[in-house]
């Protein structure tokens, strides 16, 4: 009985290895098999389009009121001075304007403003003299006359000055923006999944 037994054991040893063998192979073949999941992180890097503000300078009109001095001349030169006098007529046909003026003569002599019903509203005397006189609208005479003698040439200068508001047109730098595409550069990280074998996993 022994003898059979040890008899079966001899001749069957081969199965049984074959079978140990077997069994190695087909843990390899699983192990080797992409069952394992593991989750890896890389940076990458790429580029967008953005839309920056750009600043820029433009000018812009806008309408503004101003005051601005205006002068209406009656008489700028000289003049030859007659017996009855050198007479100007000055219309003035604005409010609040001023009568402005000069003369200079050789010889002294008066210097008149009078209105039309021959009333003396001014006066001065010598050779030369300065006019600025605040006078109310209407018609009006300037006077220069000489009482000795005739004839020399008398410079005289008369004008209606005045100032009045108006519209002006101006301008000014003003800053604006605009959108201009860019090229932005950036990272994201990015998680990829990939399936390894279990002897990949031992081994790395």
């Known amino acids: 009985m ?9 001749n069957n040893w081969q199965p049984f290895v074959a079978g140990i063998i077997a069994g190695f192979i087909l843990v390899a073949i699983i192990f080797a098999l992409p069952l394992k999941t593991v989750s890896t992180e890389t940076t990458e890097t790429y580029y967008t389009t953005e839309i920056k503000q750009e600043p820029y300078m433009v000018s812009e009109p806008y309408v503004t009121r101003e005051v601005y ?10 003049y030859k001075v007659v017996p009855s006098g050198i007479i100007i007529p000055v219309y003035i046909d604005r409010p609040d304007a001023q009568l402005i003026g000069k003369f ?5 002599g008066s210097f008149v403003i009078i209105t039309t019903p021959n009333r003396i509203i001014w006066e001065t005397f010598g050779s030369r003299g300065n006019i600025d ?7 009006y005479l300037a ?4 009482n000795i003698m005739w004839g ?3 410079y005289i200068y008369l004008a209606m000055k005045w100032t009045e508001a108006q519209e002006v047109t101006k301008y000014k730098e003003i800053t ?3 959108g201009v595409p860019v090229q932005v550069e950036k990272q994201r990280t990015i998680v990829k999944q990939d399936r390894i074998s279990i002897w990949k996993q031992i081994f790395k």
């Open 2 to 10: 022994k003898s059979s037994f040890w008899d079966y054991k001899e």
């Open 104 to 108: 200079e003569n050789p010889i002294p």
């Open 143 to 146: 006077r220069f006359q000489e």
């Open 176 to 178: 604006k923006y605009r």
């Open 69 to 78: 001095e205006q002068t209406k001349v009656f008489a700028d030169g000289h």
């Open 152 to 154: 020399e040439d008398c």
């Open 133 to 139: 006189l605040l006078i109310s609208p209407g018609q």
